[in-house]
């Protein structure tokens, strides 16, 4: 008998929360470029000046460099911001739509068709 290891998928809903956007400012503190999605771990200063360390996840990393992103563009230390949705345990946890850098580039770091509020509407910003 072979063991195997299988990679679980989720849609958006099962692990996200359309009625929680977030907007998240900070820089990059680490970046796995693993399969089936990417993270960026993004440190975002709170009101009281705290600090937080958010696990920001993307889409694939192939979707991501099709897109124009890659390990030479994500990288540690460059300012961000994020628009996307936090989990629904409340956790410091988010599903990333757009990524903007200090320069005004913009790209949509999500993937199709998982159900999230911004693939049924193209017009959010």
């Known amino acids: 008998m072979m063991g195997m290891q299988a990679v679980a998928h989720h849609a958006f809903s099962a692990e996200f929360d359309p009625n929680r956007p977030v907007l998240l400012r900070g820089p990059i503190v680490r970046v796995e470029w693993v399969n089936p999605h990417t993270w960026i771990h993004l440190e975002v200063t709170n ?21 124009g992103l890659s390990r030479d563009t994500i990288i540690p230390g460059t300012n961000i911001v994020v628009d996307g949705y936090q989990s629904k345990d409340r956790s410091a946890r988010a599903n990333g739509r757009d990524i ?26």
């Not at 993937?111 to 509020?117: E, K, V």
């Open 100 to 125: 903007t850098f200090e320069d005004g580039r913009k790209f949509f770091m999500g993937s199709s068709g998982t159900g999230a509020p911004y693939d049924q509407d193209q017009s959010r910003n």
């Open 47 to 67: 009101d009281d000046g705290s600090k937080t360390t958010w696990m920001v996840e993307g889409g694939t990393p192939n979707t991501l460099l099709r897109r």
